[in-house]
């Protein structure tokens, strides 16, 4: 397809910064030509429009730690304690979940993510099938994605059969829009000899496969200030220093880890993931919402490290809403450092953005420059809300819901347009989960008799 979007304010969050009357072009899956509309329109004439006046038009958001099956169980346990919430609500649901309502949950919240500006998401969750499954749902809806199988001690056999069908059946597809990653649960739930062997194991699929993209290791990391001593109870180890000093002793880290979470660090953890070129994701929402902590965002980034942004998964949010997410990622730590300079609006907007795809290794997303891969979104700002606008990255971080974004194209294709999700029946999507969520609590019921 050949697209010129113009007529907005292009935020290209790459070198030639806030474009006001901006126009782009498009060819295909690519950008190709950015900068001020009298410049760009003459040179696209016969390109197909895209009117967008009177919004912003900026790369699509990166959710950069998510669990999207489980978009079929929010809801259905909230405001316990997190022992409790997931031992006696959470993992009796789950484990009634077959590959079919895996894929419905996913659909649902890739269907949520676009309408609401994000077009890649890192999922983390079983892959148990060799089509019902995350890669197959966000290849369907057309968004992008890493999908991941995560790995416990207790089933490495099925975790390598796992992982080494989703890497050949799955990585580099759909046009290069779905990649996949080796995914060790937490520290605490992974043993130090398997941990090695899957970083060893990320290592020879990305010799193997890391031509069609990397194979990263998205793992949780100190979640909670208790990790240290969940390891020592679970492996008999010390990580007293630190998770990350625990994991740097393995030998496991490098610049393509994503660690989830990063709440519970020490300073020497912050030094090793600067070092080291670990990625971090925060997830201010979920750590809120399961009072985990806070993670110590301005310190990593006063290090150099790399701090994404996640919702983490549906039923610890309880939305994949990156634009609560950034607001909340800003005002949680200036309420924390008693410091409103802290965490500003453009910092937040590179972490949803450009910093996203620097975590998941993929640099040819997160900004709208030729030559980078057309993920952009259109947000419209005539609303009440936003009128007047003083300041777009204000508006975007503190102002805007995401049901103010119009139009999404991920890949240089329109699967938003005015509000309307075009690659799927979205009535479709939630008849189909609705009847998953009574199929689910009907073999629940089955099970207690
Ligand atoms: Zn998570």
Same mark, same amino acid.
């Given at each position: 397809?050949?697209?010129?979007?113009?007529?907005?304010?292009?935020?290209?969050?790459?070198?030639?910064? !806030?474009?006001?009357?901006?126009?782009?072009?498009?060819?295909? /899956?690519?950008?190709?030509?950015?900068?001020?509309?009298?410049?760009?329109?003459?040179?696209?004439?016969?390109?197909?429009?895209?009117?967008?006046?009177?919004?912003?038009?900026?790369?699509?958001?990166?959710?950069? #730690?998510?669990?999207?099956?489980?978009?079929?169980?929010?809801?259905?346990?909230?405001?316990?304690?997190?022992?409790? +919430?997931?031992?006696?609500?959470?993992?009796?649901?789950?484990?009634?979940?077959?590959?079919?309502?895996?894929?419905?949950?996913?659909?649902?919240?890739?269907?949520?993510?676009?309408?609401?500006?994000?077009?890649?998401?890192?999922?983390?969750?079983?892959?148990?099938?060799?089509?019902?499954?995350?890669?197959?749902?966000?290849?369907?809806?057309?968004?992008? %994605? *890493?999908?991941?199988?995560?790995?416990?001690?207790?089933?490495?056999?099925?975790?390598?059969?796992?992982? /080494?069908?989703? =890497?050949?059946? +799955? #990585?580099?597809?759909?046009?290069?829009?779905?990649? =996949?990653?080796?995914?060790?649960?937490?520290?605490?739930?992974?043993?130090?000899?398997?941990?090695?062997?899957?970083?060893?194991? !990320?290592?020879?699929?990305?010799?193997?496969?890391?031509?069609?993209?990397?194979?990263?290791? #998205?793992?949780? *990391?100190?979640?909670?200030?208790?990790?240290?001593?969940?390891?020592?109870?679970?492996?008999?180890?010390?990580?007293?220093?630190?998770? =990350?000093?625990?994991?740097?002793?393995?030998?496991?880290? %490098?610049?393509?880890?994503?660690?989830? #979470?990063?709440?519970?660090?020490?300073?020497?953890?912050?030094?090793?993931?600067?070092?080291?070129?670990?990625?971090?994701?925060?997830?201010?929402?979920?750590?809120?919402?399961?009072?985990?902590?806070?993670?110590?965002?301005?310190?990593?980034?006063?290090?150099?490290?790399?701090?994404?942004?996640?919702?983490?998964?549906?039923?610890?949010?309880?939305?994949?809403?990156?634009?609560?997410?950034?607001?909340?990622?800003?005002?949680?730590?200036?309420?924390?450092?008693?410091?409103?300079?802290?965490?500003?609006?453009?910092?937040?907007?590179?972490?949803?953005?450009?910093?996203?795809?620097?975590?998941?290794?993929?640099?040819?997303?997160?900004?709208?420059?030729?030559?980078? @891969?057309?993920?952009?979104?259109?947000?419209?700002?005539?609303?009440?809300?936003?009128?007047?606008?003083?300041?777009?990255?204000?508006?975007?971080?503190?102002?805007?819901?995401?049901? /103010?974004?119009? !139009?999404?194209?991920? $890949?240089?294709?329109?699967?938003?347009?005015?509000?309307?999700? @075009?690659?799927?029946?979205?009535? $479709?999507?939630?008849?189909?989960?609705? @009847?998953?969520?009574?199929?689910?609590?009907?073999?629940?019921?089955?099970? @207690?008799?």
């Amino acid at each position: 397809m050949e697209l010129l979007v113009e007529g907005g304010t292009v935020l290209t969050m790459g070198q030639k910064g !806030t474009i006001r009357d901006g126009a782009l072009a498009i060819e295909d /899956d690519r950008i190709v030509a950015v900068g001020r509309a009298r410049e760009i329109k003459p040179k696209f004439r016969r390109y197909e429009r895209l009117d967008a006046r009177g919004c912003i038009i900026m790369p699509g958001l990166v959710n950069a #730690h998510q669990h999207i099956s489980m978009g079929l169980l929010r809801g259905y346990a909230d405001d316990y304690p997190l022992k409790e +919430w997931l031992e006696q609500h959470i993992w009796p649901l789950e484990a009634k979940m077959e590959p079919y309502h895996m894929y419905v949950g996913s659909l649902l919240t890739c269907a949520e993510s676009l309408l609401s500006g994000v077009t890649t998401v890192n999922t983390m969750y079983h892959y148990a099938h060799p089509e019902l499954n995350e890669a197959k749902a966000i290849a369907d809806i057309g968004m992008r %994605g *890493v999908v991941g199988h995560v790995c416990f001690s207790w089933r490495k056999e099925e975790d390598r059969r796992a992982l /080494d069908d989703l =890497v050949r059946r +799955w #990585h580099g597809t759909a046009d290069g829009r779905v990649r =996949v990653s080796v995914d060790p649960h937490a520290p605490y739930t992974v043993d130090p000899d398997y941990m090695v062997e899957l970083r060893r194991l !990320t290592n020879e699929y990305n010799e193997r496969y890391g031509h069609e993209g990397a194979i990263t290791f #998205h793992i949780h *990391v100190a979640e909670t200030p208790d990790e240290p001593d969940k390891i020592r109870e679970a492996f008999g180890v010390s990580a007293d220093e630190g998770v =990350v000093a625990y994991l740097d002793r393995l030998g496991v880290l %490098g610049p393509d880890m994503v660690a989830a #979470h990063c709440v519970a660090l020490t300073g020497k953890d912050i030094a090793i993931m600067a070092r080291r070129g670990v990625k971090a994701v925060h997830n201010p929402v979920s750590n809120m919402k399961l009072a985990s902590g806070v993670s110590p965002v301005v310190e990593l980034l006063r290090a150099g490290v790399v701090v994404a942004l996640g919702t983490d998964g549906p039923c610890s949010n309880n939305t994949a809403d990156m634009f609560e997410t950034m607001k909340f990622a800003s005002l949680l730590q200036k309420v924390v450092l008693n410091d409103p300079t802290a965490l500003p609006a453009r910092t937040v907007l590179e972490m949803a953005t450009v910093r996203g795809a620097l975590a998941l290794s993929w640099p040819e997303i997160g900004a709208i420059e030729p030559g980078k @891969k057309a993920d952009l979104i259109v947000i419209d700002v005539r609303k009440p809300h936003l009128t007047p606008l003083y300041s777009e990255e204000s508006h975007l971080v503190y102002a805007v819901r995401s049901s /103010d974004v119009r !139009t999404v194209l991920v $890949d240089g294709e329109i699967v938003v347009e005015d509000r309307e999700l @075009k690659t799927m029946d979205l009535a $479709d999507i939630m008849e189909e989960a609705t @009847k998953a969520k009574e199929d689910l609590l009907s073999r629940l019921e089955e099970g @207690k008799t």
